[in-house]
């Protein structure tokens, strides 16, 4: 009898440390921060740039910087992104980001889009990005660039003219 209740036990103990043993040493994806639409997650010194990207215009050679900013300093940021793309094609755009929330590149919004142009530059490809505060270091990443293909950036397409 204490046989058969030992191995009971025991098989009872395999089976739990076999369907749960992979999570005691595979790394856990949920914690890992990551940015869940299509841009990217920035911080910065005292700004967090969130969910940032390029949004080719009608013409496909310029680009709305379109991204949301938090700045909890308490006063206003200046931010500054240098788009390099293939060795000294670069573009440059400057932010000033007021206290709190605020969404850029909406043409819509109360921040006037900043547009930047790339040559060469195409939808769905990535952009290395430098981000920058005065008297900070750089924060380098890689930016992805889309269109008005999906139509939840369409409203962010701007004109040729613009």
């Not at 036990?9 to 043993?21: Q, S």
């Not at 793309?85 to 109360?110: C, H, I, K, S, Y």
């Not at 505060?133 to 660039?145: D, F, I, L």
């Amino acid at each position: 009898m204490k046989i058969r209740i030992a191995s009971s036990i025991a098989i009872a103990a395999a089976l739990a440390l076999g369907a749960t043993g992979c999570s005691l040493i595979a790394p856990q994806g949920t914690l890992k921060p990551y940015a869940p639409s299509d841009g990217v997650d920035v911080n910065v010194e005292g700004v967090d740039v969130r969910n940032i990207m390029l949004i080719a215009d009608e013409t496909g050679e310029n680009f709305n910087v379109v991204f949301g900013a938090v700045n909890l300093t308490g006063a206003e940021q200046e931010l500054a992104v240098t788009f390099m793309n293939e060795g000294t094609q670069q573009a440059r755009a400057e932010f000033t980001v007021p206290t709190g929330n605020t969404l850029f590149g909406n043409p819509e919004g109360d921040e006037a889009p900043v547009v930047v142009t790339i040559p060469g530059l195409q939808p769905g490809a990535t952009i290395d990005a430098y981000f920058q505060q005065p008297g900070a270091a750089e924060v380098e990443h890689k930016v992805p660039v889309l269109d008005g293909t999906l139509a939840e950036y369409r409203a962010y397409v701007l004109p040729a003219n613009f």
